[in-house]
């Protein structure tokens, strides 16, 4: 954590928040569906283009901060299965802002150690967005620092079905048996194979829901909802999701304190 005092400004908010931030017990992995570009805009009578374009710096600072916090793996949800039902021109814009983020921010990932990584079906994008895509993978895999995916194309139930597919054909080509299929064997097909389940899943905007986001990855993750809208996300936003985060008990379906019984209406899970 150490560099990240590096670019905080002493005494300020977020130097306080960031120093109340216990680095021993920091999640490894966070998930972050960034949600609100829209309704950013349209609070300002602005297209919705201009929410999304506000949008991109937030990811490059939340991309950085995490980094020098020493998180191990950062998940951004910027484009899903279902946004392609979306009008063509937001479409278009968004994919070009992506092409201009990995263009601008490639450096940077480098210069942090960042690893690049797309989660989702990167094959059906656009060639041109496939080639920048591509292209910050290749830049960035030898990064051993944090690794910073985008979800993209992606769909939490989609990414399932592709890992049985996946599955389904290597029992049928005679190199795995159904008993041998198990939670770790089916986790290793989906695109955050290697990285830790999400600890902690944040979401920007105020809706309570998971947005078919992770749907096998974040079964224990620890949910952190602020109706701060994604333009609006700052450093300190991310403090407080973690400073929230470290004040929970996590059971994964264990005992309650050392094995008290659940109270009548407390949830045993």
């Not at 506000?54 to 901060?65: C, K, M, N, Y």
Request: some cysteine; charged content about 25%.
């Amino acid at each position: 954590m150490k560099a990240l005092f590096n670019v905080l400004r002493p005494g300020d908010a977020e130097w306080q928040l960031a120093e109340s931030i216990d680095p021993a017990r920091l999640p490894a992995h966070i998930a972050v569906i960034m949600d609100g570009n829209g309704r950013w805009a349209r609070q300002r009578s602005l297209p919705r283009i201009a929410g999304h374009r506000a949008g991109v710096e937030p990811v490059r600072t939340t991309v950085e901060t995490c980094a020098r916090l020493g998180i191990q793996a950062l998940t951004l949800y910027a484009f899903s299965v279902e946004n392609w039902k979306r009008p063509r021109f937001e479409i278009v814009t968004l994919m070009a802002l992506l092409k201009e983020y990995l263009n601008r921010e490639l450096a940077n990932l480098l210069k942090n150690d960042i690893r690049f990584r797309v989660v989702g079906r990167m094959n059906e994008l656009d060639a041109s967005v496939q080639k920048e895509l591509a292209k910050g993978l290749a830049a960035t895999s030898s990064c051993r620092g944090m690794t910073f995916n985008i979800a993209l194309n992606y769909g939490g139930r989609t990414e399932i079905v592709d890992a049985c597919r996946s599955l389904a054909h290597d029992v049928g080509a005679g190199r795995l048996t159904p008993e041998q299929i198990d939670e770790e064997t089916l986790g290793s097909r989906l695109g955050t194979a290697g990285l830790p389940d999400p600890d902690l899943l944040i979401r920007t905007s105020g809706e309570m829901r998971v947005s078919n986001f992770l749907l096998w990855q974040i079964a224990y993750s620890e949910i952190w909802v602020t109706p701060t809208l994604w333009p609006d996300f700052r450093k300190r936003h991310l403090f407080e999701a973690i400073l929230e985060f470290q004040k929970r008990e996590r059971r994964y379906g264990g005992v309650i304190d050392g094995g008290r019984e659940p109270e009548s209406g407390e949830a045993a899970g």
